[in-house]
């Protein structure tokens, strides 16, 4: 019987596989799914909200819902996933559907990351027109007066 691959699946806080012989891993990134092997060669790569799955010592198919991750192959037989979530189970289509509701999440944080970012930027666009528009308190024609009481106030 040829070596199998040690998996291992983390979180932050808990070690959530510690697969000594796992025959084959199976996961997805942005490129698409892939498949990793014993003898495979060194490997790194993002995983977003995904199912990874893998076949135990027995043959046994098993899974894992992952929130966006990071996998490392080392040594040809060493797999490692560091997540920030995951959930293990045996329902490949309940998982599927939790993954499903992780993207929507993500999805919907990007969204709203993008719109705070455009408002930001507006607001920085309008600030540094009305720096730059001559004519108004403020612009870089009109610096503001200093009190003629000479205590420094600005009117």
């Given at each position: 019987?040829?070596?199998?691959?040690?998996?291992?699946?983390?979180?932050?806080?808990?070690?959530?596989?510690?697969?000594?012989?796992?025959?084959?891993?199976?996961?997805?990134?942005?490129?698409?799914?892939?498949?990793?092997?014993?003898?495979?060669?060194?490997?790194?790569?993002?995983?977003?909200?995904?199912?990874?799955?893998?076949?135990?010592?027995?043959?046994?198919?098993?899974?894992?819902?992952?929130?966006?991750?990071?996998?490392?192959?080392?040594?040809?037989?060493?797999?490692?996933?560091?997540?920030?979530?995951?959930?293990?189970?045996?329902?490949?289509?309940?998982?599927?559907?939790?993954?499903?509701?992780?993207?929507?999440?993500?999805?919907?944080?990007?969204?709203?990351a993008r719109v705070e970012h455009m408002r930001l930027h507006a607001s920085a666009v309008r600030q540094i027109i009305r720096y730059l528009r001559?004519?108004?308190?403020?612009?870089?024609?009109?610096?503001?007066?200093?009190?003629?009481?000479?205590?420094?106030?600005?009117?």
């Amino acid at each position: 019987m040829k070596a199998g691959l040690h998996l291992s699946i983390s979180t932050p806080t808990v070690i959530l596989v510690e697969e000594p012989a796992a025959q084959s891993v199976r996961a997805e990134d942005e490129s698409g799914g892939f498949g990793i092997l014993p003898g495979h060669t060194e490997f790194l790569t993002a995983l977003p909200a995904s199912v990874v799955s893998w076949r135990d010592r027995d043959g046994g198919l098993r899974f894992c819902a992952l929130r966006a991750g990071l996998m490392t192959v080392s040594g040809g037989n060493r797999v490692s996933i560091a997540c920030r979530e995951g959930i293990l189970g045996d329902d490949l289509a309940a998982l599927e559907s939790e993954v499903a509701k992780l993207r929507a999440a993500e999805l919907d944080a990007e969204r709203r990351a993008r719109v705070e970012h455009m408002r930001l930027h507006a607001s920085a666009v309008r600030q540094i027109i009305r720096y730059l528009r001559p004519g108004q308190a403020g612009a870089l024609d009109h610096p503001p007066r200093i009190s003629e009481a000479g205590d420094g106030a600005r009117s």
